[in-house]
């Protein structure tokens, strides 16, 4: 059971990053549309947010691991100091 939850979690993450890239391909598409038919405005924002939204989550969830690492540790050492006593 373990291991089925584990493949799906892995195929869930893929489906993700797969969906995740065909979107930012599609707006930088977008933005590239919109530049060559005289809206810079939108073609500019539109490429921008396509490359800074990956960068966000990316930053996010490094953020998250270390937190999640450093809360691990924590408890290591509590549970250390515990059975010390």
């Not at 933005?31 to 924002?45: M, Q």
């Not at 540790?73 to 006593?85: D, K, L, M």
């Amino acid at each position: 059971m373990e291991s089925q939850v584990v493949a799906s979690n892995c195929k869930n993450e893929r489906m993700g990053m797969i969906f995740g890239f065909v979107i930012c391909v599609l707006a930088i598409s977008a933005g590239v549309y919109a530049l060559t038919t005289g809206k810079e405005g939108f073609g500019i924002a539109s490429i921008v947010s396509a490359l800074a939204a990956p960068v966000a989550v990316f930053i996010y969830g490094k953020t998250q691991q270390k937190k999640n690492l450093q809360a691990g540790q924590q408890g290591i050492i509590e549970a250390a100091r515990q059975s010390h006593h």
